[in-house]
């Protein structure tokens, strides 16, 4: 039996990630709101603080300061940190069915 052999039917590979994560993506994230993993405040991202005299974009809330997300590209592609942030929403678009 190999790895993909599971008898654990509510386990799924990574690939179930590609459409959520494309909504989220390809969303407008400076209105997300962000929550702070450091003080808990939040706010849209728009507010928080961008540093950019650094080798990434180091982003920091703009209550206690605290890096809430790291983000830099190289030739691998996009490196994208958020230990910072416990929580990240993304506001659902209007239902257009009215």
């Keep these: 039996m190999n790895a993909s052999d599971s008898t654990d039917t509510g386990r799924l590979d990574g690939n179930v990630l590609g459409g959520p994560l494309a909504e989220l993506f390809a969303a407008d994230l400076t209105v997300a709101t962000v929550v702070c993993a450091h003080c808990g405040d939040h706010a849209p991202m728009a507010t928080f603080q961008v540093y950019a005299d650094a080798p ?31 929580l990240l929403t993304v506001e659902a678009p209007p239902d257009d069915r009215a």
Aim: charged content about 25%.
């Design 56 to 86: 990434a974009l180091v982003v920091r809330c703009p209550g206690c300061t605290g890096v809430v997300m790291r983000c830099a590209s190289d030739r691998r592609g996009v490196l994208f940190e958020m230990t910072g942030v416990r």
